[in-house]
């Protein structure tokens, strides 16, 4: 059976003004906002000529048995963070982002780098939501032993040669 934590966080975006010739505005994860209101949906919480707070939405960050490895590695990190993975929004969307995932595994976050259409951002993990993991990692956390792998015999029985210093192969 599969252990697993939920805590609700609401996600902060900025919009921030930009002096660009293709872009009017730059997108970025301002913070995590524990005990947010479920139904959140992008509510402005500042507004200045040049920057806008919204509360976007709020999202569950799920702890799992299985990723306590990473966890463990992010509070270890010196600086806790949550990631909040956005993507594009619609077009018919007034938001540019969308907020589609927010985690404390440093790991399920690195997933997303690779395709380059999402951006990912780190931002402080809130002190109630670092207890919380800690507390999660401390009760479910088990080491793993490392093993050395083994080389396989090649299938068709042939032997590989390699060099000796100073001597025949």
């Not at 949906?41 to 040049?50: G, V």
Request: with cysteine; glycine share 6%.
């Amino acid at each position: 059976m599969q252990i697993q934590e939920t805590m609700p966080l609401g996600v902060l975006v900025e919009r921030r003004k930009i002096d660009h010739p293709w872009q009017e505005f730059a997108w970025h994860v301002f913070g995590v906002l524990p005990g947010a209101r479920d139904d959140a949906d992008w509510e402005t919480i500042s507004m200045e000529e040049k920057q806008a707070v919204y509360l976007a939405k709020t999202m569950n960050v799920d702890l799992y048995q299985r990723e306590t490895e990473g966890y463990k590695n992010n509070l270890e990190s010196g600086q806790p963070a949550i990631f909040v993975v956005l993507r594009q929004g619609e077009e018919e969307d007034e938001h540019e982002v969308d907020p589609f995932l927010i985690t404390a595994c440093p790991y399920e976050a690195a997933d997303y780098l690779e395709s380059g259409e999402e951006i990912v951002e780190a931002v402080p993990m809130p002190d109630g939501v670092r207890i919380w993991v800690e507390n999660f990692v401390r009760e479910h956390h088990v080491e793993q032993k490392f093993k050395k792998r083994r080389l396989r015999r090649q299938e068709d029985g042939l032997a590989r040669r390699i060099p000796v210093r100073g001597g025949r192969a």
